[in-house]
């Protein structure tokens, strides 16, 4: 079955340290999101990608980074520049940017600063 | 960034209730789709809606497209516990999707 796979669930992280979060997908999605999501908060969107080696800078980008290689893959590091970045992080992709069929979201990895 | 308004932010309802929540934007959307997240999951899209006055439904929930293509509402029908999450809306931009700021409901059994 086609769908989006985040890895890990839950990720510590100390003070200081990069972290990076896996989003693997293999529905031949064109376009990929990362979103961080604060406890009683909506999406904030953090990068997103329409193409292979192309991505762009969401509403929060500062702080964490990103790369786009691969079709399947699109990557997120948290960096030590993130100050806050206890968060819920979401992957989604899409056939395409904007497309009228939405996104497709993974499950998530809750990252928590020690 | 754009957020789209959802109200209300929060509802606590009775088992076999039925619930309304909306969206609104200040700018016209073509699509509006509308996501439910389970606690500590992903959003999963509940219903596209593609034009303006269109009305569908998904079992017990029914979303319209409003009129002015700047609201949506969503209505849920003899609400059941596995009900619970958070309700986001979500308008078609020009390069991405913007979401509301979610509905999180509870339901009491």
């Known amino acids: 079955d086609g769908g989006i796979t985040q890895s890990p669930k839950y990720l510590f992280r100390k003070e200081g340290q990069n972290v990076t979060l896996s989003c693997e997908q293999n529905?031949?999605?064109?376009?990929m999101y990362w979103y961080r999501q604060d406890p009683g908060q909506g999406l904030r969107l953090i990068y997103y990608?329409?193409?292979?080696?192309?991505?762009q800078k969401g509403d929060i980008a500062e702080g964490y980074s990103v790369s786009r290689e691969k079709k399947e893959s699109f990557p997120l590091t948290v960096t030590s520049a993130q100050k806050n970045p206890t968060a819920f992080y979401l992957c989604?992709?899409?056939?395409?940017?904007?497309?009228?069929?939405?996104?497709?979201f993974g499950s998530g990895t809750r990252l928590t600063v020690v | 960034g754009q957020q789209l308004n959802q109200s209300p932010q929060s509802m606590f309802i009775q088992e076999g209730e039925d619930v309304s929540m909306n969206c609104t934007s200040s700018?016209?959307?073509?699509?509006w789709l509308w996501y439910k997240q389970d606690p500590g999951e992903g959003p999963v899209l509940l219903i596209a809606?593609?034009?303006?006055?269109e009305l569908t439904s998904n079992g017990r929930l029914t979303a319209q497209f409003g009129i002015t293509r700047k609201d949506s509402f969503l209505n849920i029908s003899a609400s059941i516990p596995s009900d619970v999450g958070i309700y986001f809306c979500?308008?078609?931009?020009?390069?991405?999707?913007?979401f509301g700021t979610g509905t999180r409901l509870k339901v009491l059994a």
């Open positions: 989604a992709s899409s056939i395409g940017v904007g497309m009228a069929e939405g996104y497709t």
């Open positions: 529905l031949n999605h064109d376009a």
């Open positions: 990608s329409q193409i292979v080696n192309d991505f």
């Open positions: 700018s016209i959307f073509n699509t």
């Open positions: 809606l593609y034009k303006a006055g």
């Open positions: 979500a308008g078609q931009g020009t390069y991405k999707y913007i």
